[in-house]
């Protein structure tokens, strides 16, 4: 520290901005443990004296000597009486000479398991943070009741006791847990109690857990084709192999179902409404599938992420309500139905599944924040949920519309469109001479991120095309937006 190289490096490092925020004391003990780690301040070299320093950096003398002190008490300092403080020798030889060796390349892949280094590889799942055209699964936020939403807070905060703010229940607070079970019985054909329905984060922790619970690692999982990405991805993750099932106009294929030699016995569909054709699964197929389940003694993975959102009459009961034998596991989110940043689904599961996922959710994250379920609770059983539903049914419904007629106006040369019963997006088919990877790549020159179809197959189908997601924009953006990309292709 007496070269005028140490020292100077000294005041630069303590003048950085970046822990300008710290106290004096703090600043000097870090910085002078980091030049002792990178080798700057090498093991057994002296420190000058603390009054010394002081008066070279214009500082305090007990500022120098606190640092010194945490600095010993850390390790990286041995102070002896009348010969001064030097860098504790315990830092290692392996230290000496760092500067003089460049920094060895480390093999990321070689340090993950091989679990790690698959998910690594996936590129995971991006959610979209930002409203843009034409994203998919977006609700409406900007005419939520926000007012309503934060008085029902406000009296959750002062009618709950203190515990309120302790860890909750894994299997979820019971007020929302009865809220969700009167909802679902009444709107959605559903046969569910309160005892049933497991609280959760999201869809896809939902799917996480049944990838873990139902089925063993390297064994197969039957799943829609094509079919929901996060779905392919938890399963993925979970090392499932997943076993694709073709879908018509009708939804998932049973005839292909009760055909698969795979061995699997779970399996996962959006039968209200497919993702991302947009299909509803006979009735006669509802009843042969849970009938398939019972003969397999397997399990119906139900995920009926946006079904409160139907347009052309009643939308068709859950399958859970149908199912007798009881192997129907029925996934909720209120991601769609109110907002994504609540983090808030749910599952319904057949009885003797309750405890074994409660379990696995508890190892998993413990919880869901009570205040927050709490909240919830009263805005469904104060009609506010109902209510919100109707007006966002209303809205989604016309824009839905809009979305039609403006692919129609501005992109009936490059796609045919099909109009869904219900749902937050517009499925979309390229016409031939124009292929999808093209088509992203033009869109994306003006900022707009179109969800390809392909992604979602097991195999790239041999026509492309998008999912033109209508819930987030007014008509106004709708046509603007479908207006830009037209040019852009064109």
Not at 176 to 205: C, K
Not at 214 to 221: N, S
Not at 246 to 261: E, N
Not at 382 to 392: P, Q, T
Request: glycine share 8%; proline share 7%; net charge positive.
């Amino acid at each position: 520290m007496t070269h005028n190289l140490e020292l100077d490096t000294l005041k630069i490092r303590l003048a950085d901005p970046k822990i300008a925020a710290l106290d004096l004391r703090v600043r000097v003990q870090r910085v002078l443990r980091q030049l002792i780690l990178e080798g700057i301040l090498a093991p057994g070299s002296r420190l000058p004296a603390t009054r010394t320093l002081a008066r070279s950096l214009g500082i305090s003398r007990d500022t120098v000597e606190i640092a010194y002190v945490q600095l010993q008490l850390d390790g990286y300092l041995c102070r002896r009486e009348g010969s001064g403080s030097f860098v504790s020798e315990k830092i290692g030889p392996g230290l000496r000479g760092v500067r003089q060796h460049k920094p060895v390349p480390v093999n990321l892949a070689a340090t993950l398991s091989t679990r790690g280094a698959d998910i690594l590889a996936s590129g995971g799942v991006s959610d979209q943070q930002v409203v843009k055209a034409f994203a998919t699964g977006l609700p409406e936020t900007r005419t939520f009741p926000v007012g309503i939403w934060e008085r029902l807070h406000r009296h959750t905060l002062k009618d709950y006791p203190p515990g309120l703010l302790l860890h909750g229940d894994p299997q979820g607070a019971e007020p929302l847990r009865q809220a969700i079970a009167h909802y679902l019985n009444l709107e959605r054909g559903a046969r569910v109690t309160p005892d049933q329905v497991l609280v959760l984060s999201s869809t896809r922790q939902a799917l996480y857990l049944c990838a873990q619970v139902l089925v063993d690692a390297g064994q197969p999982i039957l799943m829609e084709d094509p079919g929901y990405f996060g779905a392919r991805k938890a399963f993925e993750m979970a090392q499932l192999k997943v076993v694709p099932v073709p879908v018509d106009d009708q939804g998932v294929c049973i005839d292909h179902l009760r055909a698969d030699r795979s061995g699997a016995n779970t399996v996962y569909v959006t039968p209200s409404h497919q993702y991302p054709t947009g299909a509803t699964l006979a009735l006669e197929r509802r009843l042969e599938l849970t009938a398939w389940a019972a003969e397999r003694q397997g399990w119906i993975i139900e995920d009926d992420y946006d079904s409160q959102f139907h347009y052309e009459g009643l939308p068709t009961a859950c399958v859970q309500g149908l199912d007798r034998y009881q192997r129907t596991l029925y996934l909720g989110t209120f991601s769609k139905s109110l907002y994504p940043g609540l983090r808030m689904g749910f599952m319904v599961l057949p009885p003797e599944l309750v405890k074994p996922m409660t379990y696995a959710r508890s190892i998993l994250d413990g919880h869901t924040p009570q205040l927050a379920q709490l909240t919830l609770a009263r805005f469904m059983s104060d009609g506010h949920f109902g209510s919100h539903i109707r007006a966002m049914r209303n809205i989604y419904g016309e824009r839905r519309d809009a979305m039609a007629q403006a692919v129609r106006r501005h992109l009936s040369a490059i796609v045919t469109a099909s109009l869904p019963p219900g749902g937050l997006q517009l499925p979309c088919l390229l016409k031939e001479g124009w292929t999808e990877l093209e088509t992203l790549r033009r869109a994306a020159r003006v900022g707009i991120q179109l969800p390809g179809l392909s992604r979602l197959y097991a195999k790239p189908p041999a026509t492309g095309g998008w999912l033109l997601g209508f819930s987030a924009l007014t008509p106004t953006e709708i046509e603007a937006a479908t207006r830009t990309l037209a040019k852009a292709l064109r």
